[in-house]
């Protein structure tokens, strides 16, 4: 009887346990990401995810020149063809306002949706 009652204890933990359900990211279309395109208001897409570079701008090692030729747009080859270390892709959460929406996505693995 023992084991009966560590099994069934056991069940109701499971299936009483709850799974958190991380908020989803804001959406926006390439249309909305277009209209930061200035050096004081820069966003981004990189594979479907939207960055906002305004704070970032200023201190890329390679320039703001090269930030602003891809401001408002999807600077996702860019950013790739680009060397890039680690610490530059680990940096962009920092940076990350959101998504774009599931109907102009190219990429499958990469939003919340």
Same mark, same amino acid.
């Given at each position: 009887?023992?084991? $009966?009652?560590? +099994?069934?204890?056991?069940?109701?933990?499971?299936?009483?346990?709850?799974?958190?359900? @991380? #908020?989803?990211r804001k959406?926006?279309? @390439?249309?909305?990401?277009?209209?930061?395109?200035?050096?004081?208001?820069?966003?981004?897409v990189i594979?479907? +995810?939207? $960055?906002?570079?305004?704070?970032?701008?200023?201190?890329?090692?390679?320039?703001?020149?090269?930030?602003?030729? $891809?401001?408002?747009?999807?600077?996702?080859?860019?950013?790739?063809?680009? #060397?890039?270390? +680690?610490?530059?892709?680990?940096?962009?959460?920092? $940076?990350?306002?959101?998504? @774009?929406? +599931?109907?102009?996505?190219?990429?499958?693995?990469?939003?919340?949706?």
């Open positions: 009887m023992d084991i $009966y009652n560590t +099994l069934n204890n056991l069940q109701n933990r499971l299936f009483n346990f709850k799974v958190v359900q @991380l #908020p989803k959406q926006f279309t @390439l249309k909305e990401v277009s209209a930061h395109c200035t050096e004081n208001d820069c966003w981004m594979k479907d +995810l939207v $960055y906002d570079f305004t704070e970032f701008i200023r201190e890329h090692p390679g320039g703001s020149d090269i930030m602003l030729e $891809y401001a408002g747009t999807d600077a996702t080859m860019a950013f790739a063809d680009k #060397p890039h270390s +680690l610490d530059a892709w680990m940096i962009l959460e920092k $940076y990350l306002v959101g998504e @774009l929406v +599931l109907e102009e996505r190219m990429f499958e693995n990469t939003a919340s949706s």
